[in-house]
């Protein structure tokens, strides 16, 4: 059982724990006329099977309540002692009140990314996440990586991703982008199916494990279905075909030694390139940036011409040096 769901049974065991106590304490004040404080007693002594003596005379009624106040409170005091001494075991305060610090965090966060999956795959798209500095939140099963993670200074749930609460937790409803990338194409399924109804507008990017699993994945709401077997493939084939290409690529991606990069930029409303065209912007002599496409809506133009015009709302595929990309992200907004 994951964390959140531990401390959650927790939480409603001392709820039902505490509940029981009023009802004894109520009890012995109604039926004994019993003071507050010596009903609390009373009912303390009972429930725990402590065994002291009476502290004031009990009448039938009395006798009658304490048997069925014994009978059902020591059950469910024994439970929640259980439960929470099972929690503690578990886990450790640090780490529970660490718990609760993110879920304030994540809570906090809006237009994010959530990663379901942190295997292989998923490290690597923590790392570049990290380090361009996106706000994100990783939802994972395994409690010594979550631990790892949460080291790391990550965000991270520990659960399963396809369970309503734990994307819920992550505040799936106010993210912008999710990553699937379970170890299993019908989990991602399900899980696509379920992102989907919790969040219409959500952009979903899922890793396909099977070579036929593209068509079901895309019927579940998926937007992009990517194979990391295919795509290797392909890279391994095209770097001995053509390595000079492959090589430039590898230069142009974010992460990499090169100062180069291959930067999609959108344009804000109030931009001062919105309403300009790429040679009234100046774009390659004032950034020093090739505009290699520019999408709108669904439709993307490939080398778009010097006069063509930049709207609110249009990405930039902007290919230079990394100091001239940030220039016109500043630019953009």
Same mark, same amino acid.
């Given at each position: ?20 106590? #009023? ?56 439970? #929640? ?79 399963? #991703? ?74 391994? #084939? ?96």
């Amino acid at each position: 059982m994951e964390l959140h769901t531990k401390l959650g049974a927790a939480i409603r065991m001392a709820w039902l724990a505490i509940a029981v106590l #009023a009802f004894g304490t109520v009890g012995y004040v109604l039926i004994e006329h019993a003071p507050w404080m010596d009903a609390l007693y009373m009912t303390v002594i009972t429930v725990t099977t402590i065994g002291f003596r009476e502290i004031f005379p009990l009448s039938s009624g009395g006798r009658i309540f304490t048997m069925v106040l014994a009978l059902s409170g020591v059950g469910v005091m024994l439970y #929640a002692v259980s439960v929470v001494a099972s929690l503690m075991v578990e886990t450790d305060i640090r780490r529970i009140l660490g718990f609760r610090k993110e879920h304030r965090m994540i809570d906090k966060l809006t237009r994010h990314i959530v990663l379901c999956g942190a295997g292989r795959t998923g490290q690597t798209v923590i790392d570049i996440l990290k380090a361009r500095s996106e706000p994100f939140v990783v939802i994972e099963r395994n409690a010594e990586q979550c631990r790892r993670l949460e080291q790391a200074g990550i965000l991270v749930i520990q659960g399963d #991703a396809t369970e309503r609460q734990v994307l819920e937790a992550a505040g799936l409803a106010r993210a912008a982008t999710m990553i699937a990338s379970l170890a299993d194409d019908a989990h991602n399924v399900y899980m696509v199916l379920l992102a989907r109804r919790l969040n219409p507008g959500l952009k979903i990017i899922v890793r396909a494990v099977g070579d036929s699993s593209d068509e079901p994945l895309k019927l579940a709401g998926a937007d992009t279905v990517i194979n990391p077997y295919r795509t290797g493939a392909m890279r391994i #084939a095209y770097t001995a075909l053509k390595p000079a290409v492959i090589d430039f690529l590898d230069a142009s991606l974010p992460g990499t030694n090169a100062d180069l990069e291959l930067a999609e930029i959108r344009i804000r409303p109030g931009s001062q390139l919105a309403g300009e065209t790429l040679a009234s912007a100046n774009v390659r002599q004032r950034f020093g940036l090739i505009v290699v496409a520019l999408r709108r809506g669904e439709k993307s133009l490939f080398n778009p011409p010097p006069d063509t015009a930049v709207e609110a709302g249009d990405v930039l595929v902007a290919l230079g040096p990394t100091h001239s990309v940030e220039k016109l992200e500043q630019a953009s907004v």
